[in-house]
Nanobody, 114 residues
Framework: QVQLVESGGGSVQAGGSLRLSCAAS????????MGWYRQAPGRQRDMIAS???????NYVDSVKGRFTISRDNAKNTVYLQMDSLKPEDTAVYYC????????WSQGTQVTVSQ
C-alpha cells in the first residue's frame, strides 16, 4: 500500500512563500497523475493542482499564477511551491493521486496571516 507523507507547512504572513513536499513510499512514476488538495475549516477537501507523469500541470483558478506543482519521479516526491500566499490559502494540504484513490495521510497545516 502506498504511503504518502506531506511536509513543509507552517505559518507565514500574507505575501510569503512555502514549499510543500509529498514523499511516497513507492515509485510515483506508476501513478499517472498526482495532485495537491486542501481542506479549510468547515469546507470540503478540494483538489487545487495536478501533474501528470509527463509533467502536464493543471490548477484551479484561485491558485493559478501563484502555486507551482512539480514532481521528481526519481525521488518519489511531489512538490507544491506556494508564492504570494493569501489568508484564504489557510488550510490543511494533502497530496494524493487524481482521482484520490490512495489512502489519505494527515496532511500539513498552512496558516497565512494578514
Amino acid at each position: 500500500q502506498v504511503q504518502l507523507v506531506e511536509s513543509g507547512g507552517g505559518s507565514v504572513q500574507a505575501g510569503g512563500s512555502l514549499r510543500l513536499s509529498c514523499a511516497a513510499s513507492v515509485s510515483v512514476f506508476s501513478i499517472n497523475t498526482m495532485g495537491w488538495y486542501r481542506q479549510a475549516p468547515g469546507r470540503q477537501r478540494d483538489m487545487i493542482a495536478s501533474i501528470t507523469s509527463r509533467g502536464r500541470t493543471n490548477y484551479v483558478d484561485s491558485v493559478k499564477g501563484r502555486f507551482t506543482i512539480s514532481r521528481d519521479n526519481a525521488k518519489n516526491t511531489v512538490y507544491l511551491q506556494m508564492d504570494s500566499l493569501k489568508p484564504e490559502d489557510t488550510a490543511v494540504y494533502y497530496c494524493n493521486a487524481m482521482p484520490p484513490l490512495l489512502q489519505w495521510s494527515q496532511g500539513t497545516q498552512v496558516t497565512v496571516s494578514q
